[in-house]
């Protein structure tokens, strides 16, 4: 499937004025884990790209396809996928010797850095959050994925969100304990003893935010866009907000809230990449009317006062699921400079959200991911920027 978006944003190229336009494609799909048929999909991958390399790695679904709601049981996994550009658009699969985590895990973050990509945090099959962290590389030389060992976050988190600027790491939210959580902190690689700092916290605690570093027009900032934060109700606080983290004055300021210019949404699992010198794209996510709906239901389906009751709500509950439309398609432009939000244009096909766009060269790859409550997707999708 290939279709494009057009779209003429302010300042796409440090130049001045310019107009371009993103054609979105599915050149490949992650192959099946050694000793599976099928590759189902995967959510919450660690993801980046290394010297030359697509790395996908980690990442959970549900085994034999089947729902949560219809007993599945969510898998974790440790394998480690690397995808090479051959010619052209054409996509291959290597095979390293070095193709596994060291632990099952899912809904970390990962960030790309010059050493390769920094993964943090997640969620095992025994614990809600991680404080692991490492770095996973490509070495082209020897044709296999090398991991380095980072200093152990401060608390084990999962669903965080993390970028960096140079050498400096920034992991920000997320949920600890399975609430959500506001601290951040910082690594700087380029120390001579790096260790994780406490930064200001978030003005909000929540999980499932995007982070982008971009340039506020002087110098590079982190950028926080939406979120959820999981509440005792059972019935999640859903969030807009698009936050800028200055590491010159070390602290937090509220922008406008995402949106199309006219009317602001809440959005969270998206993903996100810079396209130019000030301005950001904020591909899919959830936009929550119907997660919030099954918040709900889960929380009447615990207070039923019968068991009549109980299966009526389950019953409409599984039509909701069973009836949903995807996750948002939509694509969303947001100017550093201006502090302005408009939409500009939509996918060709579902949201994958809870994965990382990765920017790889002139290229936008989004791996895995899920596109409707509980279905994950194997699909690598590309966008190119096809910039005039």
Request: hydrophobic fraction near 35%; include cysteine; proline fraction near 5%.
């Amino acid at each position: 499937m290939t279709s494009s978006i057009a779209f003429t944003p302010g300042h796409l190229m440090a130049q001045g004025k310019s107009s371009g336009k993103i054609v979105w494609s599915v050149p490949s799909q992650i192959p099946a884990a050694p000793g599976m048929d099928k590759q189902l999909g995967l959510a919450g991958v660690f993801t980046g790209q290394s010297n030359g390399v697509l790395i996908v790695a980690g990442g959970s679904n549900f085994a034999d396809g089947a729902m949560p709601w219809q007993g599945g049981k969510k898998l974790h996994y440790d394998d480690v996928y690397v995808l090479q550009k051959t010619k052209g658009d054409s996509f291959t699969w290597l095979k390293p010797q070095t193709n596994h985590l060291l632990q099952k895990i899912a809904y970390g973050t990962s960030t790309t850095i010059p050493q390769g990509i920094v993964c943090a945090g997640g969620e095992t099959e025994t614990e809600p959050g991680s404080t692991n962290a490492f770095i996973m590389s490509w070495d082209s030389n020897k044709q296999d994925v090398v991991f380095t060992a980072l200093p152990s976050l401060p608390i084990p988190l999962a669903n965080a969100c993390m970028s960096s600027i140079g050498q400096v790491i920034y992991l920000i939210g997320g949920e600890c304990g399975g609430k959500p959580s506001a601290k951040c902190f910082m690594l700087n690689l380029a120390g001579k003893d790096p260790r994780w700092k406490v930064l200001p916290a978030l003005p909000v605690a929540m999980s499932h935010s995007v982070a982008v570093t971009q340039s506020n027009g002087k110098y590079p900032c982190i950028y926080v866009i939406g979120g959820r934060s999981a509440t005792a109700s059972g019935i999640s606080d859903l969030h807009g907000y698009t936050f800028c983290y200055d590491p010159l004055y070390n602290k937090w300021i509220k922008l406008g809230g995402v949106g199309d210019g006219k009317h602001t949404t809440n959005i969270s699992a998206a993903t996100a990449v810079t396209i130019g010198t000030q301005e950001i794209l904020l591909i899919g996510g959830d936009k929550g009317n119907v997660f919030h709906q099954i918040e709900t239901y889960n929380a009447l389906i615990a207070k039923a006062a019968t068991e009549q009751e109980k299966q009526t709500l389950q019953q409409q509950k599984l039509v909701l699921l069973n009836n949903h439309q995807g996750f948002s398609k939509d694509v969303y432009l947001f100017n550093t400079v201006k502090h302005s939000w408009k939409k500009v244009g939509e996918l060709p096909f579902y949201g994958q959200v809870t994965t990382t766009a990765v920017k790889w060269n002139n290229e936008i790859f989004i791996p895995g991911g899920e596109i409707k409550p509980g279905v994950r997707t194997a699909a690598i999708s590309m966008g190119k920027l096809n910039i005039k």
